[in-house]
T-cell receptor, first 115, second 111 residues
Framework: EAGVTQFPSHSVIEKGQTVTLRCDPI?????LYWYRRVMGKEIKFLLH????????ESGMPNNRFLAERTGGTYSTLKVQPAELEDSGVYFC?????????????FGPGTRLTVL | GDSVTQMEGPVTLSEEAFLTINCTYT??????LFWYVQYPGEGLQLLLK?????DKGSNKGFEATYRKETTSFHLEKGSVQVSDSAVYFC??????????FGTGTRLTIIP
């Protein structure tokens, strides 16, 4: 079974540019999460999709971040325009919808550097 | 809100040494507790978990016990190997909701 995949693995952009990160969850996983780790600090939650609906977006830092999950499969996270403080590693995770399941399976992350 | 506090790193040990990485949490209710590990160049992997008080999670020689009375979930291993060098994250969560992570502890094992 393929794991969670993320693309690209690395991205280097200039301040003010736009970047789109993609996450493909494990097949059949309806829960999809985005997290971010900035500068060696804790991994912080950004948002949670259940299928195509945003279940919890309380961690989104501001309106420069837009997450979508059309069709309830893969998800994209767009940062527009990017700022220096957006640099970090963006992780995606997925899990099945079963109510008793609480283990999230993580992708390798996308390292974003904003210059 | 919920929070996780874990031992500040980095931690450097010799091979075959005993390892403890402390983790304490604050939460309303009784969360599930997790240890995730990130090996160099790889993503986060679940190392072990415990879902209720007094449960012990174990994997690859690592253990952690869910202690409700001390709100702790310390990670231990009796004899570490060079291949255990990684960053270790303690986390808590409720059902399918978001995970709350600690800051991570970088562990380096020297031969």
């Amino acid at each position: 079974e393929a794991g969670v995949t993320q693309f690209p693995s690395h991205s280097v952009i200039e301040k003010g540019q736009t970047v789109t990160l993609r996450c493909d969850p494990i097949s059949g996983h309806d829960n999809l999460y985005w997290y971010r780790r900035v500068m060696g600090k804790e991994i912080k939650f950004l948002l949670h999709f259940v299928k195509e609906s945003k279940q919890d977006e309380s961690g989104m830092p501001n309106n420069r971040f837009l997450a979508e999950r059309t069709g309830g499969t893969y998800s994209t996270l767009k940062v527009q325009p990017a700022e220096l403080e957006d640099s970090g590693v963006y992780f995606c995770a997925s899990s099945p919808l079963a109510t008793s399941t609480d283990t999230q399976y993580f992708g390798p992350g996308t390292r974003l550097t904003v210059l | 809100g919920d929070s996780v506090t874990q031992m500040e790193g980095p931690v450097t040990l010799s091979e075959e040494a005993f390892l403890t990485i402390n983790c304490t949490y604050t939460a309303t209710g009784y969360p599930s507790l997790f240890w995730y590990v990130q090996y160099p160049g790889e993503g986060l992997q679940l190392l072990l978990k415990a879902t209720k008080a007094d449960d012990k999670g174990s994997n690859k020689g690592f253990e952690a016990t869910y202690r409700k009375e001390t709100t702790s979930f310390h990670l231990e291993k009796g004899s570490v190997q060079v291949s255990d060098s990684a960053v270790y994250f303690c986390a808590l969560g409720f059902g399918n909701e978001k995970l709350t992570f600690g800051t991570g502890t970088r562990l380096t094992i020297i031969p």
